[in-house]
């Protein structure tokens, strides 16, 4: 996870608009897969490209701000992984 961190702080720090997405969508994987929810992922798989959809509309839109870069690198860090 802290890996993904790293690649999403990168592409952010960059304005790679093209990575993000794909990061970002890995990063909630990562996250639900460390968690060990098999709800929690049942539940995400349906709606994980809708969220990959909205997250790349954002950026198209220039969008994502720092708050939300900074959570997740809150949340890797926290995560410990």
């Known amino acids: 996870m802290q890996n993904i961190s790293d690649e999403i702080d990168y592409a952010f720090r960059a304005d790679n608009e093209d990575n993000y997405p794909g990061l970002d ?9 460390f968690s060990e929810n098999r709800l929690l ?25 720092e708050v939300s870069h900074s959570e997740h690198l ?8």
């Open 74 to 81: 809150q949340i890797a860090q926290s995560v410990g992984r």
């Open 25 to 33: 969508h890995r990063f909630h994987q990562s996250f639900i897969s």
């Open 41 to 65: 992922g049942s539940v995400y798989d349906p709606i994980s490209l809708k969220l990959r959809a909205l997250a790349k509309n954002n950026l198209v839109k220039k969008m994502v701000h």
